[in-house]
């Protein structure tokens, strides 16, 4: 690169263009934070050229995109606390990411911030036997921490389909849920403690993990949710669940959702080690099997389909298929009797999102409803978009013991916005929730007060300006 005649530093801001008769035209100027987090991180970990952003710049679905500043990769909380420390001296807005799988746009920069990538946070402490806890990086994959703990005889309670790739940071972040959390709860029951970094660069936190505490508000459950809007999150006190080695698996096929929702007591109350009840739709089956290439294993005319495991010490199969034969006599269904066969049942309801993925973009909507409307409710969001986009293909699934649907609709096109206010008003007025296990992200902003009320989002805006008073976190996530 040509050298400017007699410049010196700090003449030019970032990104300028400097007179042709001072000097070369191509000549840029060069970003002042960019070198001061270089030389707090080492250039290695500063990412500038574009097509080494470009992976930190486009969500999962590909639907949310911008570009950023640089990308910076700090490997210890001291790291984190010293670049966030830079940014805040340069007035420099940050986007934090885990393994950027986050489904509503809050993982990627929306134009010029900087990307703090957490994935180098991979510290992995051995696990506390007797508290039955771990201390780890927040970048640490779900899948790699599993991984860590089964080998001592515990697991993760949270689990979900991009496990190999979403963080436990990312997970906390956005409170995920996932298929035990019937069982376990969501991630925000999982967090004993925590470290993390404030917008000026304070450290705050603790990871001691115990399990009584009444020292006044809980900072785990604070940030759990907070979607990187609050502090930054660098390690995490996680609580652990035994490992069940023996899992049992059933696919069951319903004439029904009103059916499937009457089973759910009974599958509850009888088998003790009840794990998941996934829920798939028949056009959610129908789209997995096609992108699988396979056929459905059960009764393809069924009205709704669940993918039912327990997880116990002992063999759980035969509990579940006495329940099962019982319960539901006249269901098509499918049992598990080896691992293999377990891994063929639970791929069907793991790939949907790819297959959706793979066909188009779709318009996703992540709501809860009560159980007693279930059923009725779904059927009224149904109707609303057949009419709103006649020739749109709605794909429904999701987590059937918490009401938590997931709506996506391929084809949407221009009536995306019809059918976002509509469906999300209805299921307001049904006592329902917008955002089940995903979050508000960027996609949601806009329905948080007529979920939440404005008193409580007045609320939550004087929380996040007074822990970070420049809205220097996340800007335009979560919040309106
Ligand atoms: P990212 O996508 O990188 O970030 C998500 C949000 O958290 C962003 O707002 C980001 O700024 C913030 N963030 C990330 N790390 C930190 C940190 N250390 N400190 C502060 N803020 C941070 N979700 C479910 O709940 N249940 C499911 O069943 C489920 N299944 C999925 C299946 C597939 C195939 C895919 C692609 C996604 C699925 N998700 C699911 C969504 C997603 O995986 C989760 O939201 C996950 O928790 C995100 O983790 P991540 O590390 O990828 O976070
Ligand atoms: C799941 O349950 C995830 O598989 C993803 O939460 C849901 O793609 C979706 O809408
Ligand atoms: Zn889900």
């Given at each position: 690169m040509t050298q400017p005649r007699d410049h010196q530093p700090g003449d030019h801001q970032p990104g300028d263009r400097i007179a042709p008769d001072y000097i070369a035209p191509d000549y840029i100027a060069p970003d002042p934070l960019v070198a001061a987090l270089a030389e707090s991180l080492g250039v290695a970990n500063v990412l500038t050229d574009a097509d080494q952003?470009?992976?930190?710049?486009?969500?999962?679905?590909?639907?949310?995109?911008?570009?950023?500043?640089?990308?910076?990769?700090?490997?210890?909380?001291?790291?984190?606390?010293a670049v966030i420390r830079l940014c805040a001296d340069h007035g420099a807005t940050v986007v934090p990411q885990g393994g950027n799988t986050g489904l509503v746009g809050g993982s990627v920069p929306r134009g010029g911030e900087v990307v703090l990538s957490t994935r180098r946070l991979t510290r992995l402490d051995a696990v506390d036997i007797a508290a039955g806890q771990v201390t780890v990086g927040a970048g640490v994959t779900i899948a790699a921490v599993r991984?860590?703990?089964?080998?001592?005889?515990?697991?993760?309670?949270?689990?979900?389909?991009?496990?190999?790739?979403?963080?436990?940071?990312?997970?906390?972040?956005?409170?995920?849920?996932?298929?035990r959390v019937l069982r376990f709860g969501t991630m925000r029951s999982q967090v004993a403690g925590c470290e993390a970094v404030l917008a000026d660069g304070a450290v705050i936190g603790s990871l001691a993990g115990l399990a009584k505490e009444t020292i006044g508000p809980h900072l785990p459950s604070l940030?759990?949710?907070?979607?990187?809007?609050?502090a930054i999150i660098t390690m995490i006190r996680l609580r652990l669940v035994p490992w069940y080695r023996e899992t049992a698996t059933a696919l069951v096929a319903l004439p029904s959702l009103v059916?499937?929702?009457?089973?759910?007591?009974?599958?509850?109350?009888?088998?003790?080690?009840?794990?998941?009840?996934?829920?798939?739709?028949?056009?959610?089956?129908?789209?997995?099997?096609?992108?699988?290439?396979?056929?459905?294993?059960?009764?393809?005319?069924?009205?709704a389909y669940l993918l039912i495991e327990c997880a116990d010490h002992a063999d759980p199969l035969d509990d579940l298929a006495g329940v099962l034969a019982a319960a539901a006599p006249d269901s098509s269904t499918a049992i598990a009797s080896n691992p293999s066969m377990r891994a063929q049942l639970v791929a069907l309801r793991d790939n949907v999102t790819?297959?959706?993925?793979?066909?188009?973009?779709?318009?996703?909507?992540?709501?809860?409803?009560?159980?007693?409307?279930?059923?009725?409710?779904?059927?009224?969001?149904?109707?609303?978009?057949a009419e709103l986009a006649p020739g749109a293909r709605l794909i429904n699934?999701?987590?059937?013991?918490?009401?938590?649907?997931?709506?996506?609709?391929?084809?949407?096109?221009?009536?995306?916005?019809a059918i976002t206010e509509a469906v999300l008003q209805r299921v307001i007025d049904a006592g329902g929730v917008?955002?089940?296990?995903?979050?508000?992200?960027?996609?949601?902003?806009?329905?948080?007060?007529?979920?939440?009320?404005?008193?409580?989002?007045?609320?939550?805006?004087?929380?996040?300006h007074s822990l970070d008073p420049n809205g220097l976190l996340n800007p335009g996530v979560l919040l309106p």
């Open positions: 952003r470009a992976g930190y710049e486009t969500d999962w679905t590909g639907r949310f995109h911008g570009e950023s500043r640089c990308v910076i990769r700090p490997a210890s909380t001291a790291d984190v606390a991984e860590h703990v089964r080998c001592v005889g515990y697991d993760v309670a949270v689990d979900f389909g991009a496990r190999d790739s979403a963080t436990i940071g990312g997970a906390m972040a956005t409170n995920a849920g996932g298929s940030l759990s949710g907070s979607e990187g809007t609050l059916a499937a929702v009457e089973l759910l007591p009974t599958l509850r109350n009888a088998l003790p080690h009840l794990d998941s009840v996934e829920l798939l739709m028949p056009s959610a089956m129908e789209l997995v099997c096609e992108h699988l290439q396979r056929t459905c294993p059960v009764d393809d005319r069924a009205g790819v297959a959706i993925n793979h066909t188009g973009t779709p318009l996703k909507l992540d709501i809860a409803l009560p159980l007693a409307v279930l059923a009725a409710t779904t059927a009224e969001i149904e109707r609303i978009i699934f999701g987590h059937l013991a918490e009401g938590n649907l997931h709506l996506n609709t391929l084809g949407a096109g221009e009536a995306s916005g917008i955002s089940a296990e995903h979050g508000i992200g960027v996609a949601k902003t806009h329905w948080l007060v007529a979920q939440r009320g404005a008193p409580e989002v007045a609320a939550l805006t004087a929380i996040k």
